[in-house]
């Protein structure tokens, strides 16, 4: 059996409540709301995998829309003992996922200005999310494989949070097509 992880309910509205195969998990926004309910979860269920579905933000024009699997995610919104900007005093600097097309900072709050686009792209990020990091972090410590793709809704830039909430029905429709492409369900 595998999870179907997202933080909102609007980012699976494209997909049945149903899916075979799959336990659902809706974890709530932020980085101790998914490391509490997937700590919960898997506590209690083993699984043979986690896919984790959602959107995110993209940090620079490059970055074409559509899904993209996460190689590696981050903090962005941490500061060691040193003063240097995404690195945590006790947790991992990077969890690697594995064979993504891409990089993630997450952190607790909405990105959607110039000067936090710019601190997130230094550190090695090109998407930016609020759950990522924490997914993987949880899925290691249990030693269960994950997977996570997100839908680029937004530019992180100013109005992100109305592009973003015009965007999320559409990145679950993507997420739904790339789950029937690779899961076959």
């Known amino acids: 059996m595998k999870l179907l992880v997202a933080a909102l309910e609007s980012e699976l509205i494209a997909f049945p409540e149903d899916l075979p195969g799959f336990d659902r998990l809706v974890t709530g926004p932020g980085k101790l709301k998914a490391t509490y309910a997937l700590t919960r979860a898997l506590d209690t269920t ?6 984790v579905v959602g959107t995110a933000g ?23 003992e040193e003063g240097i900007h995404g690195e ?22 909405f990105i959607d200005d110039a000067d936090a686009v710019q601190l997130i792209r230094s550190l ?6 609020m759950e990522s990091y924490a997914y993987a972090w949880v899925a290691d410590q249990f030693g269960v494989p994950i997977r996570i793709w997100k839908a680029v809704s937004d530019r992180a830039q100013d109005d992100a949070n109305t592009t973003w909430t015009e965007a ?12 029937r492409d690779q899961y076959s369900v």
Not at 93 to 108: F, N, P, Y
Not at 170 to 175: D, E, F, N, P, R
């Open 124 to 129: 090695g990020g090109r998407l930016v999310d």
């Open 168 to 179: 999320v029905t559409a990145c679950s429709h993507q997420l739904r097509d790339r789950l």
């Open 88 to 109: 945590h005093v006790s947790m991992p600097q990077r969890m690697h996922l594995g064979d993504g097309d891409i990089s993630i900072g997450t952190g607790d709050s």
């Open 58 to 80: 993209a940090l620079d024009e490059t970055i074409e829309s559509g899904v993209h699997e996460v190689n590696w995610a981050f903090q962005h919104d941490v500061i060691n």
């Open 46 to 51: 083993t699984y043979d995998e986690i896919l």
